[in-house]
């Protein structure tokens, strides 16, 4: 069982604005340099430190962080090592899940280089699985004075789709069928660009208003182990130089099931989902749990 500390419910609030997601066209690469910005090539040297304090504490126990535009967001900061637990990573998925068919590889890189790794369904799994590689290339910035950090500071991310849900690279460029790839992407590169870290039941909105993803009612991200859908065993990978990584799902949410978790906290948003059985797989059409 995977256990967590009371610091781990947090939430990471923005300012900046590329971290709003609701286009419903295909997404052109003037998109996405309007939303890094146009970067230099320089190398990134991962510096120690520590996450950064929270803002504030909500009613539900949830440490509340406000990241604003960092002074560097016009350079880019090229991974100075990539795939360092890819091989053993898709060991873990083929031992535990199904073998990964395609890879949807990143083409450009900033922090850590995230490719995308594609399980389709089988009779197991009657759905679609997606799952990074290059988040846990680094070790997160974890908070001071929390305990056996190493076992929490690396992470990988997965998101778990309908066995109909388009995916490829041409269906990818309809922003409905993108934006849970968007995302996957997004948060794995987040604690490496602003020193902090994902874990067990952190909720991160899109955008400072929870705005609507794409064609979704959907406004905030929650991340946590994949324990409903996946056998204990798949949920922690130990390799071979002793590095713990955690898989952590990621479950969009309503925003009145954000406020819920941050109102009364994580496990009260997770009763309602028992009570609606509401899994890690995706469903656009699933009902509002704080309703």
């Known amino acids: 069982m995977f256990i967590c500390h009371a610091n781990e419910c947090d939430r990471h609030r923005f300012n900046k604005k590329k971290t709003i997601f609701k286009s419903t066209k295909p997404i052109p690469m003037s998109f996405f340099k309007k939303l890094f910005g146009e970067k230099n090539n320089t190398n990134n040297k991962k510096e120690e430190s520590n996450a ?8 539900g126990g949830s440490n509340v962080y406000n990241y604003s535009t960092k002074d560097s967001e016009t350079e880019w900061h090229l991974p100075n090592q990539e795939c360092v637990y890819m091989d053993e990573i898709i060991g873990h998925l083929e031992m535990h899940i199904g073998n990964p068919a395609t890879v949807f590889h990143e083409i450009i890189s900033d922090y850590v280089h995230i490719d995308v790794h594609w399980i389709k ?3 197991e799994y009657p759905f679609n699985i997606l799952v990074t590689t290059g988040m846990s290339d680094l070790p997160m910035s974890m908070p001071a004075g929390m305990e056996n950090v190493e076992r929490y500071n690396h992470a990988e991310l997965m998101v778990v789709l309908p066995a109909d849900w388009p995916i490829g690279d041409e269906e990818f460029k309809e922003a409905n069928n993108y934006w849970p ?3 996957l992407k997004m948060i794995a590169r ?3 660009e602003y020193k902090t870290w994902i874990g067990y039941g952190h909720t991160i909105p899109n955008g400072q208003n929870a705005e609507p ?7 905030c991200i929650l991340t946590l182990p994949p324990m409903l859908t996946f056998p204990e065993e798949f949920l922690t990978l130990e390799t071979k ?3 713990i990584i955690n898989f952590l799902a990621t479950i969009p949410l309503y925003e009145e099931e954000m406020n819920l978790k941050l109102e009364e906290g994580t496990d009260a ?3 309602r989902f028992d009570e609606f059985e509401i899994s890690e797989v995706i469903d656009i059409d699933r009902p509002n749990v704080a309703l």
């Open 52 to 59: 950064p304090d929270p803002e504030s504490i909500s009613t």
């Open 269 to 271: 948003l997770l009763d």
């Open 121 to 123: 369904p089988s009779a």
């Open 241 to 243: 130089d002793g590095t």
């Open 181 to 183: 790839v968007y995302f």
């Open 190 to 192: 987040f604690p490496h």
């Open 213 to 219: 993803i794409a064609n979704t009612g959907f406004g």
